[in-house]
C-alpha cells in the first residue's frame, strides 16, 4: 500500500522491524537456540511458558525481552 511503513516490534528495548512469526523463529533468528537453559522471554510484559514459545504469534508493535542467564560473574 503506498505510504505504508513496514511494521516493527521492540526487542530488549530496541525497536527493528518485524520479521518473526513467533516467539521461537525471533529466538533462532538472533541465533539463540530456544532448548538452550538460562533462557526467559516476555511479551508484553507477561512472561511467556517454554514450552508456548513456538506457537505464541508475535504482533506488529510487540515488546519482547529477551533475558539470558550467563555463568561467571
Known amino acids: 500500500m503506498p505510504g505504508s511503513r513496514p511494521a516493527h516490534i521492540t526487542v530488549n528495548g530496541v525497536r527493528e522491524p518485524h520479521a ?3 516467539l521461537a523463529a525471533l ?5 539463540i537456540d530456544p532448548a538452550a537453559r538460562g533462557i526467559a522471554v516476555a511479551l508484553d510484559g507477561r512472561v511467556v511458558p517454554r514450552a508456548a514459545w513456538a506457537d505464541t ?17
Open 20 to 22: 518473526a512469526p513467533t
Open 27 to 31: 529466538l533462532v533468528a538472533r541465533d
Open 57 to 73: 504469534p508475535i504482533a506488529p508493535g510487540a515488546t519482547v525481552e529477551i533475558v539470558q542467564a550467563r555463568p561467571g560473574g
